[in-house]
């Protein structure tokens, strides 16, 4: 249908997010960048996997050998013509073209919330990165019970859990009861994504997994991958990892 092909094909949505690289995303991606080179060594073949419009992988390529990679033609088009020294290449995620144990890091950021086959798009992810090379995944973690606190006191509404107030109580009960289940049994959990409405962009309106970082923890171990850490915030939540804003996974393939 030609709506749900607005967020991969629709020139109108590539404007939008790439008119946004130069403002806020771009602090968001300094932070991304700072907490990748804790753990890949500089000069290391580095698979930037949903790459968007290639910001993240031009601020990679300062240390990296970067080869980006998206699903979305309009935006590796943009990429290639922004930032020509990089090499882009479209994949589908799922069934990526490279050989195996072809980089020593295959990292996203941003991504992951937007795939609805996970444990497929993970295998492949493991399948090309070398042996002690590492996996690592940034995404927010819309089910910590402080996103909807904070939305509930800014009185700020979010498209993904709630408009109004009522909405964000709904999702702080919600995110309560599925953090302690992932806690006990860890288990995917999905949504259905606003991909009708062609007004809205941002704030993970078209996530389809809500990521967690037990999943992907879990995920990992039973593939024999040492977990390093599960959480890409500060010391503040490294004993209470769910609670963190954002999760960030880094997995090393042994």
Known sequence: MK???FHYEDQRYVDKITTGQEKGLKKYLVNYVDFVRKYVKPGA???DLGCGAGLSSNMLSKYYDVTGSDYSKPVLDYARKHFKKIEFKREDARNL????NSFDAVCACGFIEHINDVDRV???????TKKNGFVILVSPNWFTPLRAIRAFINNKGYET????????IGWFFKSVYYTIQKLINPTYVFRNPDIFNEKLVGNDIDMVYIANQY???????????????????TFT???IPFLAPWLGVV???V
């Open 97 to 100: 073209s490279f050989k195996d």
């Open 45 to 47: 073949r580095y698979l």
């Open 237 to 239: 939540y490294s004993s």
């Open 3 to 5: 709506k749900e092909k």
């Open 215 to 233: 999943d992907l923890k879990r995920f990992f171990e039973k593939k024999g991958c040492k977990v390093i850490k599960i959480n890409a915030d």
């Open 251 to 253: 997995a090393k393939k």
């Open 122 to 128: 993970l295998n492949e992810m493991l399948r090309v």
């Open 161 to 168: 859990i709630g408009r109004n107030r009522i909405q964000i």
